[in-house]
């Protein structure tokens, strides 16, 4: 029975993008694992959780940060060096972000448009170079859609389809302890917000839908069928304004499958650039970090040991090896390995790859 109520409708709809996911890697993208199929169900709910935060309980018009991610709740890529917050904007309405650098390596500012939560692309981006903080770390920030605004000393323009605002909050090692304040408020004037209505609500239920439809279109991440194509790395890319969902032009990423018996280990070895930071991890299928609080899972720039040249080489193994840059899989026997660089001065060269065996 189809409901009379523009929430009901919505709601259902939800439902359906729900029952299309869950039949999207039950039927297809190759997983067949007992971990992976819960991963996936995992996943779904994290989503979920992640679009109530981000849409259901916020406010284009006075929005608030929403951090994304944790150790326990991930999506998209997360990061275990980084923290990232979203505010939903209406591109047409001016707002404020303020706060305070404090111990951040790096603090990135990143506008998405589109023409709706499920098609996202790069409207602005800025990081901490173009802050100008006082004294005491404090910076501001007004988000308009005016050619140019004083209220503060960084203006970030706005485009009639800007939708949101992520802050992304990059530390030099999985300290991130020493996190920025940050904060948005709106600057137009407008009346107290009203109660709940069924619009209201049905149109933040619309957005969480296609948020989760544009986030299961990308994952799970198919698993290749060609045993070829596991065990090595992409060419390094630099990321762009089309690279796709919530991705910022100041990375530069590489990526790629493992698949591993017990006693084999995955060799990758490389040189990094000149960059702030960069940084190995291991993910499943639905691009979300394995386990990092209880295994070493991620390595990054300050954490890497190096070769007497200058070069790395990561050992991706269920067992220990025995020798630095160990990353654990954690029991998976398929997974996927993403390298990313932030700030760096050229592009890295190209990944080398070796599976040997022996746990040492």
């Avoid at 779904?44 to 991610?69: K, Q």
Wanted: aromatic share 10%; with cysteine.
């Amino acid at each position: 029975m189809t409901s009379s109520r523009p929430d009901g409708r919505a709601f259902a709809e939800l439902l359906d993008v729900l029952r299309a996911a869950e039949q999207t890697f039950l039927e297809g993208r190759n997983q067949t694992a007992d971990e992976e199929l819960a991963d996936n169900y995992r996943h779904l709910l994290d989503l979920v959780s992640l679009g109530y935060d981000m849409y259901m309980a916020n406010d284009w018009e006075r929005p608030r940060f929403a951090r994304i991610v944790s150790p326990w709740r991930k999506m998209g890529g997360d990061n275990a060096h980084a923290l990232y917050d979203f505010a939903p904007l209406c591109g047409d309405r001016s707002y404020r972000v303020r706060g305070r650098i404090n111990r951040v390596a790096y603090m990135g500012f990143t506008t998405y448009g589109g023409e709706s939560e499920e098609r996202v692309h790069i409207t602005s981006n800025h990081n901490s170079s173009d802050l100008r903080p006082d004294r005491d770390g404090r910076f501001a920030i007004v988000l308009s859609p005016h050619e140019t605004d004083d209220r503060a000393p960084l203006h970030v323009r706005l485009l009639p389809e800007s939708h949101s605002l992520i802050v992304r909050q990059y530390f030099l090692d999985r300290d991130r302890s020493g996190e920025a304040e940050l904060a948005i408020e709106p600057l137009d004037e407008m009346a107290p917000p009203a109660i709940p209505s069924g619009e209201s609500v049905a149109q933040r239920l619309r957005s969480i839908a296609a948020f989760i439809r544009g986030w299961t279109t990308l994952s799970p991440l198919p698993w290749p069928a060609d045993p070829d194509a596991y065990n090595r790395i992409t060419p390094p890319m630099r990321a762009s304004a089309s690279t796709g969902h919530w991705s910022t032009p100041d990375n530069i990423h590489a990526f790629g499958f493992f698949q591993l018996e017990d006693d084999e280990a995955l060799l990758i070895r490389g040189r990094s650039p000149e960059c702030l930071y960069w940084s190995c991890h291991l993910w499943n299928s639905c691009m979300q970090t394995f386990n990092y609080v209880d295994y070493r899972t991620s390595l990054c720039k300050k954490e890497a040991v190096l070769d007497d040249d200058g070069r790395f080489t990561i050992v991706v193994a269920r067992r220990d090896p025995g020798r630095p840059n160990w990353l654990d899989t954690t029991g998976y026997r398929r997974g996927f390995v993403y390298f990313r660089w932030l700030l760096a001065a050229s592009l890295p060269e190209p990944l080398e790859c070796e599976v040997v065996r022996g746990a040492r």
